[in-house]
């Protein structure tokens, strides 16, 4: 028997090259019949039925449950290259040493005895001899195939039947078994003997494949394959670094979801989802995310059920709730496409964060998981706020806008950062921290103002006060108050200098505006006839 470390140490070594035993009666002890039957949807009435890579996932469902009723399996084989724990079952090799005699290779019993296999599919037979000593030190399945203690098992003429589109990966990783090595180099024929190898449990096969994969320079068709692989193969920790790498790609070239929306509208959900799920993503908010993601799933999805399924299953768990504008909020609320009690909570998870206080949300946002980001901020172009509305006896609102200390320096020397808009008196606003030359042109200073966007509407005057906390009180303290004119057209009201300091000493370390990295900015702003 190899050691595992041995064999992937070996692979590819003339020491562990067998190829002169390969289909060679001499060397071999056992025959396979491999029986090639068209493929699936040629011959299956019921998909479940068949055991493909088409319907790999599902049978993977029960394999994660069996491997934890037999443990007692993994611990008392010896340490072999491939025999190692691994992902696949023991119940599903054993299924199909039982389902060998009849030539279907079968889920289970029950789809034995129920399903009445066309002989006529089968379109080819092929006879290869086998040493099962190779086959068994180098795949689970064929281990469990030749030792389970069954009369299957020292029958020397063993039949197996796949489907015409498994023939050639099949063949290639037989060939592989003896000689640790391919003769296939692009990618789709690479994806499909990894899934051969995945399917008769070769991992050394698999290695090589990531391996291979891994050097080949990626492209757009590549990255898109990847991430369409099963999920069963997928999670599995040897696929996981190419997935990584395709996901990259996708994100380094496609970021900016807006610019690239048109392309965007034919990719498959495999690539969206890679998309959604990435911190990298530059956009203005994540309403736009939202926007986008609705906008794919009506071009992909024009009947409606089917589009709140993929919606519900498959896109949301990828929307940042808490980041989206209270606005955004309320159309997903009533927005038919959503399933409202999976909405509802989502929208009140958002609420919720929206009103902690800051140092919770760092604690929410480090709980967050790799695959859960629900609280981990995208790097948008325009920074969330929160938002205090009132409509009586005036219309006022009262605008809370945090700024970390790093978000601060890469302003420096002429930088700006802008917040999400928000309304009132029928108006949009945002908020904008700069950092610009002092009146004098003397030295850099922080700069904080509100502006309108809208280019025209008729007049109208607001009553304002700029405030920022402060250490040791830890209060909001008020800088500066005032009453201002739109005139129409965009226009902003604010001051160069806020804090009345160089741009070094608000910086310093010692600065009593950052409170624990943090600082917090709050305007209050009220419409006046």
Not at 32 to 49: A, K
Not at 186 to 204: E, G, N, R
Not at 421 to 439: I, K, N, P, V
Not at 452 to 466: L, P
Request: charged share 25%; proline share 3%; aromatic share 12%.
């Amino acid at each position: 028997m190899v050691m595992d470390s041995d064999a992937t140490r070996n692979e590819g070594s003339d020491d562990t090259d067998f190829s002169f035993a390969f289909n060679d009666s001499t060397f071999s002890d056992r025959i396979i019949q491999l029986e090639i039957m068209n493929d699936l949807f040629e011959v299956c009435s019921n998909v479940e039925s068949c055991f493909t890579s088409a319907n790999r996932t599902n049978r993977n469902e029960w394999r994660r449950e069996d491997i934890q009723k037999d443990n007692d399996f993994f611990l008392e084989q010896p340490n072999v290259d491939d025999c190692a724990p691994h992902k696949h079952q023991d119940a599903e090799v054993e299924a199909m040493v039982e389902a060998s005699t009849t030539g279907y290779v079968a889920a289970n019993a029950d789809e034995i005895a129920n399903f009445h296999m066309d002989y006529s599919a089968v379109v080819k037979v092929k006879t290869l001899y086998v040493s099962s000593a190779i086959l068994a030190v180098k795949s689970l399945f064929f281990y469990k195939l030749f030792s389970n203690g069954m009369m299957e098992s020292k029958q020397k003429h063993i039949i197996l039947r796949i489907t015409a589109s498994e023939e050639a990966p099949f063949m290639e990783l037989l060939k592989f078994m003896y000689n640790s090595s391919l003769n296939v180099t692009s990618p789709p024929s690479l994806l499909d003997v990894l899934m051969a190898a995945d399917k008769f449990i070769v991992a050394s096969c698999m290695r090589y494949c990531i391996r291979v994969l891994l050097n080949i320079p990626m492209k757009l068709e590549y990255a898109l394959l990847y991430l369409e692989l099963p999920y069963s193969v997928v999670m599995d920790d040897v696929v996981l670094p190419l997935i990584v790498a395709a996901k990259q790609y996708l994100v380094s070239r496609y970021k900016d979801i807006i610019k690239h929306r048109e392309e965007l509208m034919g990719f498959p959900l495999a690539g969206v989802v890679a998309l959604l799920s990435s911190d990298e993503l530059q956009v203005a908010s994540e309403d736009v995310v939202c926007d986008f993601m609705l906008m794919w799933a009506r071009t992909q999805y024009p009947r409606l059920e089917e589009r709140k399924e993929v919606i519900r299953a498959k896109l949301i768990p990828f929307i940042r709730f808490p980041y989206m504008t209270c606005r955004k909020l309320k159309m997903v609320q009533s927005c038919n496409e959503f399933e409202h009690e999976v909405t509802s909570k989502l929208v009140f998870d958002a609420l919720y964060f929206k009103a902690q206080a800051p140092h919770r949300k760092r604690i929410l946002a480090a709980e967050s998981t790799s695959i859960n980001r629900f609280f981990i901020e995208r790097s948008y172009k325009y920074r969330p706020i929160k938002i205090v509305e009132f409509e009586f006896p005036l219309q006022q609102c009262v605008v809370y806008l945090d700024l970390r200390r790093e978000e601060c320096a890469n302003l420096f020397p002429s930088g700006q950062v802008c917040s999400q808009a928000f309304q009132l008196g029928g108006h949009r606003f945002f908020l904008s921290a700069h950092c610009s030359m002092d009146q004098q042109s003397f030295y850099h200073c922080f700069g904080f103002y509100f502006g309108m966007q809208e280019k025209d509407s008729a007049n109208f005057s607001v009553e304002y006060e700029f405030a920022v906390r402060s250490r040791p009180t830890l209060e909001y303290i008020s800088k500066y108050k005032g009453n201002f004119i739109f005139t129409g057209g965009r226009a902003a009201v604010g001051y160069r200098n806020f804090l009345s300091t160089p741009w070094t000493s608000f910086m310093a370390e010692d600065n009593l505006f950052f409170i624990n990295g943090v600082l917090h900015l709050r305007v209050e702003i009220t419409m006046r006839n």
